[in-house]
């Protein structure tokens, strides 16, 4: 057993929160095509409250803190956060769009043990990039600012979201990459609008774009591998929980309202008025994530995908049923196999196109929506 | 778990010192380590975490040794003492602990 496989263990069989994401802000300098957040800033945490969750998180055991937003930066406390975080012992992880990350700043993220940067590239190209960004200039400002972290020595991930106005881009973003030394990942989810609104869902890409995505072998590694047949159900499966959401991570807002994870806006508490370890301890939604074995899911637990399927509890709540199926990742089950999943036959359909095209696709989130990426695929080394 | 062995240290009196680029947190009685330089993981036992707590450049190994170490485990003191000069030579060698023969303030 792997380190962090042991220490994941030990956080789920001792209830602790190993891992928190932590929006700053959702007010940003980009107006990414596909964001699902309103950048809207008014009553977020002030300093003293964010150092006050902070210490609140260190507390109760958080040893992995990611850093986002909106764009992080846009914060002219930003540093005087991270500087407080590290002080407390944290693992910081910073998510930003780098655009204004100058020598200054790379320097201080340097000086403060950031472990990593995660920056998202759309593009390899000005006009595709800043055509997504909706700023222009804004991809040779990003990648200045991956140029300079990468000179200060830190650990950068470059981060593309495929969706239909860069999907002939993938490849040159990877070559980027590659170029600045940084690391690389590609996800094709898009999720709704906090506010609901669904419409972005129409800058996924297509099942047949998504199924060659999936049979690329420099983007999946071992396409046999990453597309075999599901294996049979067994006791540990059904016995199993679907994700880290609620077990071992949360989410803490601008706000401070605490949710299971940034793309399950299921509030469970505000650490304004409530102790982070008592909400995560004592929360009613906590407890009833936490009790969702796969045994308890309606329609997943006879699915032959179950053990492989990459279901969100977060996108199936925002479905409707937090123990319900997750559709966009039936259609990947399928895509991925050609075996159609238990949801699919359910409803009639066993062609990955007209159950993407279908109306019953993702259907009306019932209340906000997050997403941040849900497959991630690292390239081929 | 760190197991490895190092050569003694030569000054007589060290202070130990936890270096800033690591993050660090307590789970279950054992401290988990990761560097924020390369991002490796470690996990110190029982007895490595009391030294790793009592870290603070200005409490010299001996002492924390003594007060720490025998108090909590009824050992003898030169064998902790061996022991734990070989502990943190290993944890400074990975680039986690900072060892000097004057004290200094530890701050992350």
């Not at chain 1, 089950?333 to 036959?345: G, K, Q, V």
Request: proline content about 4%; glycine content about 6%; hydrophobic content about 40%.
């Amino acid at each position: 057993m792997s380190l962090i496989t042991d220490l994941n263990r030990k956080a789920l069989d001792r209830g602790v929160p190993l891992s928190v994401h932590l929006d700053v802000t959702y007010r940003c300098n980009e107006r990414c095509e596909h964001c699902y957040l309103e950048h809207d800033g008014d009553g977020e945490m002030s300093t003293t409250e964010i150092k006050s969750a902070l210490d609140q998180l260190a507390a109760a055991g958080v040893f992995f803190l990611t850093i986002s937003g909106g764009e992080p930066l846009i914060r002219p406390d930003i540093f005087e956060i991270i500087e407080y975080a590290r002080s407390l012992g944290f693992n910081v992880k910073l998510k930003t769009n780098a655009i204004l990350i100058r020598e200054r700043e790379a320097r201080r993220l340097r000086e403060l043990n950031v472990e990593q940067v995660q920056i998202s590239v759309y593009s390899h190209r000005a006009q595709v990039h800043d055509g997504i960004s909706k700023v222009p200039g804004s991809l040779y400002r990003t990648i200045r600012g991956i140029r300079l972290l990468k000179a200060h020595g830190l650990k950068v991930t470059i981060a593309n979201v495929l969706m239909k106005g860069n999907l002939d881009d993938a490849e040159g973003v990877r070559q980027l990459a590659k170029e600045v030394g940084a690391h690389y990942t590609l996800d094709p989810t898009i999720t709704p609008m906090m506010n609901g609104d669904t419409s972005l869902l129409a800058l996924r890409i297509s099942s047949e774009s998504l199924r060659t995505v999936f049979t690329d072998s420099t983007l999946v590694g071992s396409v046999e591998e990453f597309c075999a047949p599901p294996t049979a159900i067994d006791e540990d499966t059904l016995e199993g929980y679907p994700c880290s959401a609620g077990h071992t991570a949360a989410y803490v807002s601008p706000w401070g309202d605490v949710y299971p994870c940034v793309q399950f806006p299921l509030t469970c508490g505000n650490v304004r008025e409530q102790n982070f370890l008592d909400i995560w301890k004592n929360s009613p939604q906590f407890n009833e994530v936490r009790a969702i074995r796969g045994k308890h899911l309606t329609t997943c637990s006879s699915c032959s995908h179950l053990g492989s399927c990459t279901r969100c509890p977060g996108l199936a709540w925002m479905e409707g049923n937090m123990r319900g199926p997750s559709t966009a990742d039936c259609e990947k089950s399928f895509i991925r196999t050609n075996i159609p999943t238990a949801n699919m036959l359910k409803r009639g359909y066993t062609d990955a196109q007209a159950f993407a095209a279908s109306d019953d696709t993702m259907l009306q989130p019932r209340l906000r929506g997050a997403s941040r990426p849900l497959i991630q695929i690292l390239p081929a080394r | 778990m760190i197991t490895t062995v190092a050569t003694p240290l030569a000054a007589a009196t060290t202070y130990i010192t936890r270096s800033h680029a690591v993050a660090a947190r307590e789970l279950a009685g054992e401290m988990m380590i990761m560097s924020a330089t390369d991002s490796t993981l470690f996990s110190l036992n029982e007895t490595a975490t009391l030294i790793w707590n009592a870290a603070d450049g200005k409490t010299s190994l001996r002492d924390i040794v003594e007060n720490k170490i025998c108090h909590e485990f009824e050992i003898d003191s030169e064998t902790a003492y061996r022991d734990a000069e070989a502990l943190v030579s290993s944890l400074a060698s990975l680039g986690i602990l900072q060892l000097s023969s004057e004290p200094t303030s530890a701050k992350n």
